[in-house]
């Protein structure tokens, strides 16, 4: 919201500096994003007024003096065509700064520093300036955007500075303003501000205008959406003279960035400016039947906006139609069809509230927005409604250019609210909340110096809300308007005096969660984080076939981009693009583990909420193998108090040989596999890279508690048994087997595999140290039967012979 | 040979044998050879009972005699020689410790990770319990039971995506409040971390960030309270110097709201390149709870008044480590990882 000084101060006396003003407006919740100063690049630019001035023959230029008052009589040499004697015009002195301007003497190229010179040999003092020049266009100053010397008033004194002139030394105050404070998108709302933080009063707008009875053919307005629009007020003006605003109008409007177009259309912006209410201009004659419908579109229908785009709209959008078209969309722009023109005679002026959402959705889905759809978006209420087509019927009366009529429809339906609202505070409560005591006196008068009306009943508060102040609601919201007015460094810390006692900290699983990132820290992984989103695109990266249940992922209606489209229902896609990643910076090894949800959905489309499960993902690459990751898993079961079983396995990104399924207790909870050489290829990455995925909520459901065992009484017994069998027989199988034979085997490891003629062809030969824990009674005699025991389960299920 | 000259020539055997003795291995041997069980002395002695008894005493002194000088001789020498070997082998173990050690690389938390413990512990200790809520949430939790009807313009203020009609990715922490105050009475003091989602991406906007959200609902709660509590965390996180202000502020889920800054921990609060010259550095938003929002989930509102905080875990993080931008945050580079040790 831009708020120009020299505008707020039209309504209250300002006593002090902008930045003053800023820091104050700071305080009671309007942040001053950029406080922007005219004319900042400008200095040392005086009127100078051309007392002599004769053409250089052979070119263009003239040598003129120029009579500078206090500052002395230059000679300036200029090849503006308007350069004559007895003009007055800025004149940038020696040292001055002004813009330097390309050759078509519009576009500004940066800031020049005006120095003593020669043209075509010709002493020159300083230069004679342009609007351009000085960044003044025509609706900043009456022939400001003139391709010669800007012609400043006979009046002006030689000598002094031209900044004041122009209004080169106004300030602009770009404001954000929260949500909750639509009445300040608007001027007169911020003065309204600035009038409570300064304690000053702000001076009532001029609604007064004087109207003819009679002489206006009857208009008919119906409200056929009254829930998209509660009030719309139309009044008719006729005799309109349609011409160039005033010069104080054109600048108003130029300091917030608004263009001039002739006088009617610059009252609707103006008071768009000043009161934050969009209007609308119709041209009388345009509008078939002299009716106004405010209707939803029918689907198809077809519009062109004032800007020459055209859509076509349907139930969901308001329109504004005469007996036969739609002549505007209600709240965003108006027709093309029913323009002022420069021979407009009748006009009728709308001022109405949208309902917010609609025209949010309107502008939104037709890509089409303005400023008058910023403002009902954000919430228009229906006193500005009232007090803007009033404000409009003064400005035509005070810029004599129209006969205001008494044709005034005024359309309140039962989605308008008109009724000033009341509500009663009390002190105490207000001090309650705020935790500190705010004098009864004093937030009374605060709440005066915002319009509120206050009798004050005790310790009870009568407050009546000003009615542009929708926000306001509860005692909450008053208890707002104090302290903010009061001053927040009035708040001082304290520490729950009256609160109770309760315990806090992390629950189980979040102890669990914290334990199992040490332990990955501690083997020496480093954490990652990465989006919950990807695309099909990276599943095709995995070569996931069109039918795998990965692909069922939960789409993003409205994604950023198709990259972030889907919600993930696998990690290794964004672990693999890490590395990948990792590898094209050069970072040759790593060891990483991401800890995150995936989003599972019973069916496509989503109709309810997906099921969001925390997985536990692993990648490793450069000096790393499927063993060191292995090792990893192991840990984990181990953390778990649990332990894991792995067979091999296929997964379509993962290296046929050199994959696993995991299993733990006989629920399969993830894999560990080599990323395939034909996806690394493709992915040119050079290194092994393994990855592991665990489903962490199924992992959690197999943690035991740690429960202390007591220690064997008597002593463990080890035996180490070579072995021979097939090629194709896994130590899970054989390890499997070792304990199922006997009962007291706690530990079988492997410590050596052999492939060699010794053993044959198609066969291999595998060591084992097969622990035996006693339970009661010392085994030591009994070992060997265990063994043979052992022996024959292995000779038996899997061929299995001792070396 | 009679026994004198016996002990004579034991006492020449041994004095040669030790003569070229280098290591201490070959004088266990020749110990062996004379004082050992079947040694030369021992088998002397066993001929006593060939001796006259009346000869026994005299003979016995010079055998025990004979043993004892070997003994001590013998003894003797080990000492010296395990010395030089001693020295020779730390001569020969001898390392340079200068060389490298080998490495058992550390592994690092996510700097996310780091600041949502050391946030967790900061407000473990003040009675808070930790609440994770859903990242996928529907209308009525991420908006409407926060006092953000449809057409609230607040709504704009986070572009939201939609997986449905009705479900959305939370587009804040604050959703899991409703969660909590439905399913829990008063006093409530909840911490509510997570990730949550906004359509904007950009070198200080991130599609995905985290929140993390504080929410105390008890009788008599203040704003002071709410600045107490806030004064103990930005001293906690950013330094025992560090201050905070309120200004007003505005979120529909609270009433009063404010935006808290911090004094610039970097400058001191004179204003430098990180607080923009102001002084001061934005750090979270929070307020008294809304009371439609209590009402709106059974809590008397006349009865009871809260506060509520929320801020982005990932905005903390630049802060405090000087991480400029918040891209690297998510990209998993090991050069940025490995930097965050505890």
């Not at chain 1, 596999?673 to 592991?692: F, K, M, N, S, W």
Request: with cysteine.
């Amino acid at each position: 919201m831009k708020a120009p000084l020299s505008w707020l101060k039209d309504y209250v006396d300002i006593d002090v500096t902008a930045e003053e003003l800023q820091k104050k407006l700071f305080g009671c919740g309007f942040e001053v994003e950029e406080l922007i100063q005219t004319g900042k690049d400008i200095s040392g630019v005086v009127v100078g007024e051309v007392v002599e001035c004769e053409p250089v023959e052979g070119t263009h230029l003239s040598v003129c003096k120029v009579d500078c008052g206090s500052k002395g009589t230059f000679q300036i040499c200029c090849g503006a065509d308007n350069v004559k004697k007895g003009i007055k015009a800025p004149c940038a002195l020696a040292g001055a700064t002004v813009y330097a301007t390309a050759k078509d003497h519009v576009t500004v190229e940066g800031v020049m520093t005006i120095k003593k010179g020669k043209l075509r040999g010709i002493e020159s003092e300083g230069m004679l300036c342009s609007g351009a020049e000085l960044g003044v266009n025509g609706d900043m100053f009456p022939g400001g955007d003139y391709c010669g010397l800007l012609l400043l008033p006979s009046d002006s004194v030689n000598g002094e500075d031209v900044k004041p002139i122009l209004g080169l030394d106004d300030y602009i105050f770009d404001i954000g303003v929260t949500a909750n404070r639509p009445d300040c998108q608007s001027i007169y709302g911020i003065a309204r501000e600035v009038s409570a933080v300064l304690g000053k009063k702000i001076k009532p707008l001029d609604l007064s205008y004087g109207e003819v009875k009679g002489g206006c053919e009857k208009i008919k307005i119906t409200d056929l959406a009254p829930e998209l629009c509660p009030r719309y007020i139309g009044h008719c003006v006729k005799d309109v003279k349609v011409s160039d605003s005033p010069a104080w109008l054109k600048r108003k409007l130029a300091l917030c960035g608004l263009r001039s177009i002739n006088n009617i259309v610059d009252i609707t912006n103006f008071i768009l400016l000043e009161l934050g209410q969009p209007m609308h201009a119709f041209d009388l004659r345009t509008l078939d039947g002299r009716e106004v419908i405010i209707r939803r579109a029918k689907n198809g229908e077809k519009i062109t906006t004032l800007d020459s785009n055209e859509f076509e709209l349907n139930s969901e959008n308001l329109v504004i139609c005469d007996s036969k078209k739609p002549v505007a969309l209600a709240g965003v722009m108006g027709g093309l069809n029913s323009e002022i023109e420069n021979d407009t005679k009748e006009v009728l002026f709308e001022s109405a509230k949208f309902a917010r959402d609609n025209v949010r959705k309107t502008a939104r889905a037709l890509g089409q927005h303005s400023d008058s759809s910023a403002l009902f978006e954000k919430g228009v209420n229906e006193y500005t409604t009232e007090t803007a087509i009033r404000r409009a019927l003064n400005l035509i009366c005070a810029l004599k250019c129209g006969t205001v009529t008494d044709m005034h429809i005024d359309i309140t339906t039962e989605y308008s609210n008109l009724n000033e609202k009341e509500l009663k505070a009390d002190v105490n409560k207000i001090n309650a909340l705020l935790g500190i005591t705010v004098p009864a006196d004093k937030m009374r008068a605060i709440l005066e110096s915002l319009n509120f009306g206050v009798r004050q009943d005790g310790n009870i508060l009568d407050i009546t809300v000003p009615r542009y102040r929708e926000d306001i609601d509860g005692y909450p919201d008053i208890a707002e308007e104090i302290i903010r007015m009061y001053g927040y460094e009035h708040i001082k810390g304290t520490f729950l005096p009256s609160a109770s006692i309760t315990n806090g900290g992390f629950n189980d699983e979040q102890k669990a969660e914290n334990k199992l990132k040490d332990m990955l820290v501690g083997k020496g992984l480093y954490e990652i984080s990465t989006y919950s989103f990807y695309s099909q695109k990276d599943l095709d990266m995995l070569r996931f076939p069109e039918d795998a249940p990965e692909r069922k992922a939960v789409k993003i209606l409205n994604p950023i981009s198709e990259d972030l489209s889907i919600m993930r229902t696998t990690l290794a896609p964004s672990m693999v693009n890490v590395i990948v990643r990792n590898l094209r910076r050069g970072n040759t090894e790593g060891k990483l583990f991401e800890l995150a949800k995936i989003y599972l959905a019973d069916k496509l489309p989503l109709s309810t909420f997906p099921e969001e499960r925390q997985m536990l993902c692993f990648g490793m690459w450069g000096a790393y193998g499927f063993f060191d990751l292995k090792g990893i898993t192991e840990a984990v079961a181990r953390s778990l108090n649990t332990g894991f079983e792995y067979e091999p396995a296929e997964k379509p990104f993962l290296h046929p040989g050199i994959t696993a399924k995991i299993t733990c207790e006989g629920e399969e909870i993830g894999y560990i596999g080599q990323l395939a050489p034909t996806v690394a290829e493709e992915l040119a990455v050079d290194r092994p890279v393994i990855i592991a995925e665990l489903d962490y909520e199924k992992l959690r459901k197999h943690a035991k508690p740690f429960r202390y065992s007591p220690i064997p009484k008597y002593a463990e017994v080890q035996r180490d048994l070579a072995l021979v069998c097939a090629r194709d027989i896994t130590c899970g199988q054989i390890t499997k087997e070792i304990y199922s034979a006997c009962k007291y085997v706690t530990n079988v490891k492997l410590f050596d595999v052999y492939i060699g003629i010794q053993v044959g062809k198609d066969k291999k030969s595998m060591a084992f140290n097969v622990t035996f824990t006693p339970k009661d009674e010392p085994i030591e005699d009994k070992i060997d039967g265990y063994v043979k025991k052992i022996l024959n389960n292995l000779k038996y299920k899997l061929d299995v012979t001792l070396r | 040979m009679d026994v004198n000259e016996k002990i004579k020539h034991i006492e020449q055997q041994i004095e040669s044998a030790v003569a070229d003795v280098k290591s201490s291995k070959s004088l266990q041997e020749i110990k062996m050879r004379f004082l050992g069980k079947t040694g030369e002395i021992s088998s002397l002695m066993k001929n006593m009972r060939d001796v006259p008894p009346e000869q026994r005493p005299s003979l016995g002194k010079l055998l025990n005699a004979l043993r004892q000088w070997t003994e001590e001789k013998l003894d003797n020498l080990e000492s010296g020689l395990k010395e030089i070997e001693l020295k020779r082998k730390y001569a020969e173990e001898k390392i340079d410790v200068t060389v490298p050690a080998r490495d058992f690389p550390d592994g690092a938390y996510h700097p996310n990770t780091l600041i949502r413990n050391e946030l967790v512990s900061i407000f473990a200790g003040m009675g808070f319990e930790i609440f994770e809520g859903p990242e996928i949430e529907n209308d009525y939790y991420n908006f409407t039971a926060l006092n953000t009807p449809k057409d609230h313009p607040a709504r704009d203020m986070q572009d939201t995506f939609y997986l449905a009609e009705d479900l959305l990715l939370r587009t804040q922490t604050s959703a899991g409040q409703i969660r909590v105050m439905e399913n829990k009475k008063p006093p409530i003091k909840i911490l509510s971390p997570g990730k949550v989602y906004r359509s904007d991406d950009d070198a200080t906007h991130s599609p995905m960030f985290s929140q993390m959200e504080g929410l105390v609902v008890d009788r008599g709660i203040t704003l002071c309270d709410l600045k107490g509590m806030l004064d103990e965390f930005a001293k906690k996180i950013f330094g025992e110097n560090v201050k905070t202000r309120l200004r007003p502020s505005y979120f529909p889920f609270t009433e009063p709201s404010v935006e808290v800054d911090v004094s610039c921990f970097e400058c001191g609060g004179k204003g430098c390149r990180l607080c923009k010259g102001t002084g001061w550095i934005e750090v979270l938003g929070a307020g008294m709870v809304n009371r439609r929002v209590l009402e709106g989930c059974g809590i008397n509102p006349d009865e009871y008044t809260g506060f509520a905080f929320g801020m982005g875990i990932e905005r903390i993080a630049m802060l405090k480590y000087g991480i400029n931008n918040m891209k690297l945050l998510f990209e998993g580079d090991t050069r940025f990882l490995k930097q965050f040790k505890d």
